[in-house]
């Protein structure tokens, strides 16, 4: 074998005794914490399978981050025909080194994962400060020294195998001849690239995430799938992102107190749980269809003064259904929009609560309908992987997750996957075959109204503007799903909650922010409802405790929303990148957290009135202030 070749022989040699030892650790891991499996996920043992096959992916994506620098220092070493010894053992203990450390984390992810149920991360540098006490912690505990020993032993196995290896791979080096100057570049762009691939991890359009090791319902099979050091990794570099910095408005007890106070909560601690009991009930654990719109802003309707005709399915039903004409999204993102609406999670400026490599435990709508007996469903359009979706929708409360991934392959349109049109027939034909014996919750994310736009071919627009004529294709999309679904025995008992995720820039933006990137359409219908249109102020937070008050159910309840059909907001926040608002009946405050710029308009409605001064909206800054601070103290980890 030839120079170059043979050192990537002895490179991937490395890599597999390091992959064999963490695929060791794995089933270890499993063993000992096997009492944490559910049900489902102990009796199935092809479950089991799938989670060591994913083990293995994402072992393959860390030997590919360290095999990337050595890879390219032999190339070099071969192109200079160069057969130091020194070069050898210089290689051979850097992958010691690297893949020792990827070993010692897979080994103290064992009893880390066994206390909290989680995979290693960034969380552990906070102990940096204590550390002679959490190392005395860890020796006092039997348990914790049995892994400590196991980690050093395959440590000790490890440099002994790597201490042989370079012995007995490049003892001859000399007498290696070296490939022709073409022959080495040739291969090195075949090997190099394909490295480069296998840190990328996946041939999709999002590179690999935590998300991609969920493919069940079993919390623990679907964790110890996901390499700890990559978990490690990507957790701390989401932790350092600017938009993950802590937020720092006031003191963290004072804001809770206040949002206590403002909500009526009278819990202990820096909690804001209440439950919830019912008062009514209009609909008797009806069937569920929550519709996320994308971009679909208020601004977009001829009910809001849009003179094009854009939406008239939309707006035929806001006259025959509960509409809310002043209803916010929480932020300027899809992300914001998921967690505001399904889990009544204010959004912190451009933070995405979704995407972290820890994914994060919340009590919400999916979780509650989930607990009283609902099936549970999230249809996107897009790769399951996109904002990590696939793993905190798993995680939090839907069971059934469809998307790109499951639809063929000739129905997708764009690197956002199907069309709405396709995304509505798919879901209808699952949904409507469902069994009328046990009701469902189903949430559907549209895209088409984003770009790039795409149009089925055929399709005829009142409107040569693409960005006008794709809101008529997503309405008429909605309107087709409506009336197919409305031939279903199942629309006599099927609740339809039609809102957008967040809206998009309609016309000349008023000030620092445009309000139709956050001003969108509520409307929610259900057979025989009393059409009303509901003037009060709104925002995403409120759609759980709103919905759970139409099907009369008591719940626990710990977000940050009120049942707007019996109770008034004078004032909601929302955030728009970097800039925070507070919206109340005459005034719109905004605030800069980076800069402290502060800006005041007063309001006739939704229309502007001119600019006034902070001092004048001092209730509404100390609105914000709390609410935003309490949302960052109470989050959940």
Not at 141 to 165: D, H, N
Not at 578 to 590: F, G, K, Q
């Amino acid at each position: 074998m030839k120079l170059f070749l043979h050192y990537v022989k002895y490179l991937l040699f490395i890599a597999g005794v390091s992959m064999v030892a963490t695929t060791l650790l794995r089933g270890i891991e499993f063993v000992s914490c096997f009492d944490l499996l559910s049900k489902e996920g102990a009796d199935n043992s092809g479950l089991w399978c799938g989670a060591f096959l994913r083990g293995i992916w994402f072992d393959t994506v860390i030997s590919c981050y360290v095999l990337i620098l050595p890879l390219v220092l032999v190339f070099v070493a071969s192109l200079c025909e160069y057969k130091s010894r020194w070069f050898s053992k210089f290689i051979a203990w850097f992958l010691f080194a690297l893949f020792g450390l990827v070993i010692s984390v897979s080994a103290s992810n064992i009893p880390y994962f066994a206390y909290f149920f989680r995979n290693i991360n960034s969380s552990v540098f906070q102990w940096s400060a204590e550390f002679s006490t959490n190392l005395g912690m860890m020796f006092s505990e039997i348990s914790f020294v049995m892994y400590i020993i196991l980690g050093f032993t395959l440590l000790f196995l490890f440099a002994y195998v790597v201490y042989r290896s370079e012995k007995i791979f490049f003892a001859t080096i000399n007498d290696k001849k070296t490939e022709s100057y073409w022959q080495t570049v040739l291969l090195a762009l075949v090997l190099i690239p394909l490295c480069v691939f296998g840190i990328r991890g996946r041939t999709g359009y999002n590179p690999i995430k935590v998300s991609a090791a969920y493919f069940c319902n079993d919390p623990f099979l679907n964790q110890l799938g996901v390499s700890p050091t990559f978990n490690l990794l990507t957790s701390t570099l989401d932790a350092n992102r600017k938009e993950n910095k802590r937020l720092s408005l006031m003191d963290d007890s004072e804001a809770v107190a206040k949002l206590k106070e403002y909500f009526g909560v009278n819990s202990k601690g820096n909690s804001i749980l209440r439950h919830i009991k019912a008062d009514s009930s209009v609909l008797s654990k009806p069937n569920i269809v929550i519709v996320m719109m994308e971009s679909m802003s208020a601004r977009l309707m001829s009910e809001f003064g849009n003179p094009n005709n854009l939406t008239p399915f939309l707006d035929s039903l806001a006259h025959n259904s509960l509409f809310f004409n002043n209803f916010y999204s929480a932020g300027n993102h899809t992300n914001h929009g998921i967690t505001a609406t399904l889990y009544s999670l204010p959004a912190i400026m451009d933070r995405n609560a979704m995407k972290g490599s820890v994914i994060p435990k919340i009590h919400g709508l999916p979780t509650v309908l989930k607990s009283i007996g609902y099936s549970t469903y999230f249809y996107m359009t897009h790769e399951s992987q996109y904002d990590n979706m696939n793993a905190f929708f798993r995680t939090n409360g839907f069971d059934n997750i469809r998307s790109q991934e499951d639809y063929p392959s000739d129905k997708i349109v764009n690197h956002f996957g199907v069309s709405d049109d396709y995304l509505f027939e798919y879901s209808a034909d699952e949904l409507l075959s469902l069994s009328d014996s046990v009701p469902f919750f189903a949430t559907i994310l549209t895209i088409s109204n984003h770009p790039p736009y795409v149009f089925p071919d055929g399709f005829k627009s009142r409107n040569e503007a693409r960005d006008l004529a794709i809101v008529e294709y997503a309405d008429q999309c909605l309107q087709k799903f409506f009336e197919r679904y409305s031939r279903s025995p199942k629309f006599e008992n099927t609740l339809f909650v039609f809102l957008a995720d967040h809206g998009k820039i309609v016309g000349t933006p008023e000030c620092e922010i445009p309000l139709s990137s956050n001003q969108i359409p509520l409307i929610v219908y259900y057979k025989g409802c009393t059409p009303e249109i509901i003037d009060g102020l709104g925002c995403q937070c409120d759609i759980m405790p709103t919905i759970m008050g139409l099907i009369g159910c008591d719940y626990d309840y710990q977000g940050f929303g009120k049942n707007l059909l019996n109770e008034k907001r004078s004032e909601i926040v929302f955030s728009a990148d970097n800039m925070l608002c507070a919206l109340d009946s005459s005034n719109l405050y905004l605030y800069s957290p980076n800069s402290g710029d502060e800006h005041v308009y007063r309001m006739n409605g939704t229309t502007f009135a001119g600019k006034t001064v902070a001092d004048s909206v001092a209730k509404l800054k100390d609105f914000l202030f709390f609410s935003m601070q309490s949302a960052e103290a109470l989050k959940q980890n």
